[in-house]
């Protein structure tokens, strides 16, 4: 009997954070800028351009930015989560409607490698985070600049043994492509998922997802 390969696909901000980049930068910018969220929020922008937008008005040094991504707050437990899916032969897939950039810069320190989809990004001290739309991405999306749910899908059309965990709107297509069992959710996610009576596994800390999976402790 073969088996099946097993991923987990994973948002990253609110999700293997506690709190979003976007939410950190409006708390270093002037009360005006959450403008092209307030728009984004009314369907009158796109969630790519919103985020864009937000993220260049920052005026910010290197150390700064890393102060900010420190308000982030990683999940203290990503280490071990990760490695506890890698051992019981899951792979982990992050997919994210933020930047590369910062992603990248706080996986680095932890020696966590994995394939990141997620909007490519240049970062200029003092002058802003220039987000920019990844058209050459087979996921892209002028909405999201990556279309999670067709990550998923992707993967579900391989027959993996498929699993989602996330926490904000862009996550509400891809978190119903997945079965209940392998569905996880927080924050907005959850809320969204239990109005529309949808089963979800919660998860109050990322490091659960794993132990969930996979049985043991992470």
Not at 139 to 144: G, K, L, M, N, Y
Request: hydrophobic share 40%; with cysteine; net charge negative.
């Amino acid at each position: 009997m073969t088996t099946k390969n097993k991923i987990l696909i994973s948002d990253f901000d609110g999700t293997m954070t506690e709190r979003d980049f976007f939410m950190v930068a409006l708390s270093h910018l002037p009360p005006g800028a959450v403008a092209p969220w307030k728009r984004y929020e009314q369907g009158l922008a796109s969630h790519f351009n919103a985020l864009a937008e937000i993220f260049s008005g920052l005026r910010v040094d290197e150390h700064e930015l890393d102060n900010m991504l420190a308000e982030m707050k990683v999940e203290s437990c990503l280490v071990e989560g990760f490695e506890h899916l890698h051992h019981t032969g899951w792979a982990l897939v992050i997919a994210s409607a933020g930047c590369s950039f910062y992603i990248e810069r706080m996986l680095a320190p932890t020696g966590i490698k994995v394939h990141i989809h997620a909007n490519p990004g240049e970062f200029f001290p003092g002058r802003g985070l220039f987000m920019k739309p990844p058209r050459q991405s087979p996921f892209f999306s002028a909405e999201t600049g990556i279309d999670k749910a067709a990550v998923v899908q992707h993967y579900l059309d391989q027959d993996f043994d498929t699993a989602f965990a996330g926490d904000g709107r862009p996550d509400l297509a891809p978190a119903l492509l997945i079965p209940p069992e392998r569905r996880f959710a927080r924050g907005w996610l959850a809320e969204e998922l239990e109005s529309r009576r949808e089963p979800f596994v919660y998860f109050d800390r990322w490091c659960d997802i794993p132990v969930s999976l996979c049985g043991g402790s992470a």
